[in-house]
């Protein structure tokens, strides 16, 4: 450990910073909200999302059904049967604060609320490792801000490299982009600036983390533990199996300190049994929800391990810099930590190596992921420290690394959060490698750490406000704004009653797409027509016929229905014959004149324009289909 340096005025002066960082933290998460609120259109309205757009409609929609006092809530992204028993504790009680603020200032509220708590919970985290003030304070910024280098080949939009910046390093990344360009969960400051849902994840999983830390002394603990660990089943599941895993490799970690107690074991136990409850709910609804079970069997792998590498590699230098660097007068324990180390850097070498190669969807198979994590946990008590916080963290970033390749199904949720222990470990490897230098130069080693470390956090804010400037999301497909006409038709949508079903035209990107010229700024990156069905299930509730690539069953088909019905112009019985099939009683049409699109049907003569508008009307359609649809 580092020596500790306790002044009189620490404690105030701590409290001055934590307060500084988290305020300074706030002020950038929220100021692209606050310039797309000015920015908007007359008549007019800011959607409050840039980054994933179409998700943060699910999470909407959601809302809107809590709006009208919900709490069994249904998938309103499709037209199948359902029996409406999903519950989200967390979007139910914003849905109730939407009723009063509207659903983007509720969601913009919530998601500065836990960035800051989670910055609080960090601190908290960060003091119990005992370290020197300024280290401390490294740490929290570190854990804010860190990244990887994704900032040398930044990229709008994709996954992908399109734009190389040098052959050599598109080459060590497998023509991927790493991940901490595209991938905010696996991040904090992304996850400020973009997803309310992150963050009230990521201050569960460290409160919960932290309760099981405090139940070694006491039962005191146990009950908001497991409350945590409830409430983190219901609202994102995924991030349980995160702290399960990680426990394993801390419990390897206790075990080789002699520190396990079966008091301790006990109440981590009840801890643990606090998901059982909202898991038992998730296992029930799966069983006889097919659209539940559809949408949760829905492939979302984690990326390569080269892109994984990348958006981590600075950060994991620095940390097993550091950790190798620990003072210790005991022979054999330098060594083990030595051998731990040296581990480590073979399983990521490991790991490099062998997605070089690999075009599979699912990069590591079942045997493969259970033989890196054996290795991870391994490492993890090889590393174990006299601290138990730091012994959590190397677990976490250890075991986190290797957990983002789960044999299941959405892999890449399971990276929740990872930039945390690495920056934390991090700061104490920069604060090792700097503490025999004058002070000039760990200012300057400091500083210079905190911006390479920093450099993709920055590019993610300059590129929300780039969206807003461009009134485009990153899915390419969705507006940032409303303009007059899609919000008139979004307040008609809203005064309906009963059950609805609505098409829209499927988005359509922009030219700039075609060539990869997204990334040059060539050509403007606002979609030629925007794709309004998330927005229309989101903000009014609707059903949507084609609403969501994950939450639709059989979304591709859905879409290639309606690119018929809007994008091929044919006999009035042949386009009657679609709109059938979609059983909509609603239609959003497009403006021939306003969109550069050919062959666009007239639907207006299947029913009556309810909302005209320069660019958009919407339709209400009067067919048999409907009857059927709504028996």
């Not at 606090?274 to 792998?301: C, E, Y």
């Amino acid at each position: 450990m580092l020596p500790v340096s306790t002044p009189a005025n620490a404690t105030l002066s701590d409290r001055k910073f934590l307060f500084a960082l988290v305020a300074l933290s706030l002020f950038f998460a929220v100021l692209p909200f606050v310039v797309g609120l000015v920015s908007a259109p007359t008549g007019g309205a800011y959607l409050g999302y840039q980054y994933n757009t179409d998700d943060h409609m699910v999470y909407s929609a959601w809302m809107r059904q809590a709006m009208d006092g919900r709490f069994l809530m249904d998938n309103r992204f499709t037209t199948d049967a359902q029996p409406s028993l999903t519950v989200n504790v967390y979007f139910f009680v914003l849905g109730l604060i939407a009723k009063i603020t509207g659903i983007p200032l509720a969601s913009t509220l919530s998601r500065l609320f836990f960035s800051g708590l989670f910055i609080v919970l960090a601190n908290r985290m960060v003091k119990r490792l005992g370290w020197e003030s300024g280290t401390t304070r490294l740490a929290l910024i570190l854990t804010v801000i860190g990244g990887g280098l994704g900032f040398l080949v930044w990229h709008t939009f994709g996954v992908a490299i399109v734009k190389p910046v040098s052959p050599l390093f598109t080459e060590m990344l497998g023509g991927n982009l790493p991940t901490d360009v595209w991938q905010p969960e696996g991040f904090v400051f992304p996850s400020m600036l973009t997803n309310g849902l992150f963050m009230v994840s990521l201050c569960l999983i460290v409160f919960a983390m932290q309760c099981i830390l405090d139940a070694k002394e006491s039962w005191k603990p146990v009950l908001p533990g497991a409350g945590a660990l409830c409430l983190l089943m219901n609202i994102h599941s995924y991030d349980v199996l995160i702290v399960a895993l990680v426990m394993i490799g801390f419990l390897a970690a206790t075990f080789v300190r002699k520190e396990v107690t079966v008091q301790w074991g006990l109440r981590a136990a009840a801890i643990a049994a606090g998901a059982i409850p909202s898991a038992l709910w998730f296992m029930h609804v799966l069983s006889v929800d097919a659209v539940f079970k559809a949408r949760a069997s829905t492939d979302t792998p984690s990326a390569n391990f080269r892109a994984v590498l990348f958006g981590y590699v600075l950060m994991m230098i620095l940390a097993l810099a550091g950790l190798v660097m620990r003072p210790t007068d005991q022979v054999v324990l330098k060594q083990r930590r030595l051998a731990g180390v040296a581990f480590a850097a073979l399983l990521f070498i490991g790991l490099f190596a062998a997605s070089g190669d690999s075009k599979a969807k699912y990069f590591l198979d079942a045997s493969g992921w259970l033989t890196a994590t054996i290795a991870a946990v391994g490492i993890t008590a090889l590393l174990a420290d006299e601290n138990p916080v730091c012994n959590l963290l190397i677990s976490w970033a250890m075991v986190g690394t290797v957990a983002i390749y789960f044999p299941g199904l959405f892999q890449r949720k399971l990276a929740m959060g990872l930039s945390v222990p690495w920056a934390i470990l991090a700061a104490y490897g920069i604060a090792a490698i700097l503490k025999d230098q004058k002070q000039s130069i760990r200012t300057m080693g400091t500083a210079l750490a905190a911006i390479l470390l920093g450099a993709t956090s920055l590019r993610w804010f300059a590129r929300e406000l780039q969206f807003i400037k461009d009134n485009t999301s990153r899915t390419a497909v969705q507006n940032v704004f409303l303009d007059a006409d899609t919000k008139k038709i979004m307040d008609y949508l809203n005064g309906l009653s009963g059950r609805h079903i609505l098409i829209a035209p499927p988005g359509v990107p922009s030219t700039a797409f075609k060539d990869g010229s997204q990334e040059g700024g060539q050509v403007s990156t606002s979609p030629l027509v925007p794709d309004l069905n998330p927005i229309a299930s989101g903000l009014t509730g609707i059903y949507t016929y084609a609403g969501h690539w994950s939450e639709t069953p059989d979304y591709d088909k859905h879409r290639g229905l309606l690119q018929k019905i809007y994008f091929e112009k044919k006999d009035d019985a042949y386009e009657s014959a679609l709109l059938s099939l979609s059983k909509a009683d609603y239609a959003i049409t497009l403006d021939a004149k306003a969109f550069p699109i050919d062959a666009m049907p007239d639907l207006s003569k299947f029913g009556e324009v309810v909302v005209d508008g320069s660019h958009f009307k919407l339709i209400h359609l009067k067919q048999a289909a409907v009857s059927d649809s709504k028996s």
